[in-house]
């Protein structure tokens, strides 16, 4: 199964929006409303922001928000902040439970 | 609180093995599947096995079948991961995480590090 692709790096000012792209193919990506997005820091372990596309677990803040389109999935981080520059992977259902994660893209605050 | 901690990873000699651990607590085990998760240094994550609430299915990552076990203990709150046969391309970070839904991962452990290497 291989990596989802995301693009290594994205940037924005505060208060801008970033969108990151996760792209796999209709086996998994665009076969099922079940991708998740996470944030890490460096050294820490991953955090779950949005999970079957566009669901947000407690505590995340509405700033992100995910959707999908094909077999394209894309996460928004709105009014970016400094404590939102980190890592971000998608991750996808890829059928006969299997799960595939993206190759990652560094979101810097400008 | 929920909270997940493993342990049991260090240094091991290719060809070797090692069993993770992960103590869970702050919520209902035996109500989750549970994974665990690897990220090689400096690498992006991929997931490596999963196990069903009561242990009767358990997947794996092509890579690592035959190598390796997951299994869990719900009277003890734990999961395991049993590493045999060992390779350099196994080293990384394990994270044992909590199943929310296919392919998301609600709640991680802080990971322990396995090098493998002579």
């Known amino acids: 199964q291989s990596a989802l692709t995301q693009p290594p790096s994205a940037s924005g000012s505060p208060g801008q929006s970033v969108t990151i792209s996760c792209t796999g193919t209709s086996s998994d990506v665009g076969g099922y409303n079940y991708v998740s997005w996470y944030q890490q820091h460096p050294g820490k372990a991953p955090k779950l922001m949005i999970y079957e596309v566009s669901k947000r677990p407690s505590g995340v803040p509405d700033r992100f928000s995910g959707s999908k389109s094909g077999n394209t999935a894309s996460l928004t981080v709105s009014g970016l902040q400094a404590e939102d520059e980190a890592d971000y992977y998608c991750?996808?259902?890829?059928?006969?439970?299997?799960?595939?994660f993206g190759t990652g893209t560094k979101v810097t605050v400008l | 609180e929920v909270q997940l901690v493993e342990s049991g990873g260090g240094l091991v000699q290719p060809g070797g093995s090692l069993r993770l651990s992960c103590a869970a607590s702050g919520f209902t085990f035996s109500s989750y599947w549970m994974s665990w998760v690897r990220q090689a240094p400096g690498k992006g994550l991929e997931w490596v096995a999963n196990i069903k609430q009561d242990g009767s299915e358990k997947y794996y990552v092509d890579s690592v079948k035959g190598r390796f076990t997951i299994s869990r203990d719900n009277a003890k709150n734990s999961l395991y991961l049993q590493m045999n046969s060992l390779r350099a391309e196994d080293t990384a970070v394990y994270y044992c995480?909590?199943?929310?839904?296919?392919?998301?991962?609600?709640?991680w452990g802080q990971g322990t590090l396995v090098t493998v290497s002579s």
């Open positions: 991750s996808s259902y890829a059928g006969s439970n299997n799960f595939v």
């Open positions: 995480a909590r199943d929310l839904s296919p392919a998301s991962f609600d709640y």
